[in-house]
Nanobody, 118 residues
Framework: VQLQASGGGLVQAGGSLRLSCAAS????????MGWFRQAPGKQRELVAA???????DYADFVKGRFTISRDNARNTLYLQMNSLKPDDTAVYYC?????????????WGQGTQVTVSS
């Protein structure tokens, strides 16, 4: 499985971005997909997850602002990010793995930089 993330960029606070993660190869149907982020000097953290059954979950710091979705026909995962804040500045990574009982990543995508200016 290879994951290709895109859609990052520079945006002003309050703006929006949509990240995409195109997957090539077969993703096992039992696997979850998710978005992580890593800011300079900080650990990588889970932002949003979507289970194989379609359930979604979000970190408290993005609830109500970010939406994770998946287009099965295009084999693509999305992260719609609204009301962006400077604290959202980070490299965002998509991933495949198990995210409901603990976090285990099987595949990482390359990161895409999101920069939010104040």
């Amino acid at each position: 499985v290879q994951l290709q993330a895109s859609g990052g960029g520079l945006v002003q606070a309050g703006g929006s971005l949509r990240l995409s993660c195109a997957a090539s190869g077969r993703i096992p149907s039992i696997k979850d997909m998710g978005w992580f982020r890593q800011a300079p000097g900080k650990q990588r953290e889970l932002v949003a997850a979507r289970s194989s059954g379609g359930n979604t979950d979000y970190a408290d710091f993005v609830k109500g602002r970010f939406t994770i979705s998946r287009d099965n026909a295009r084999n693509t995962l999305y992260l719609q990010m609204n009301s962006l804040k400077p604290d959202d500045t980070a490299v965002y990574y998509c991933a495949v793995g198990s995210f409901w009982t603990g976090v285990r990543v099987d595949y990482w995508g390359q990161g895409t930089q999101v920069t939010v200016s104040s």
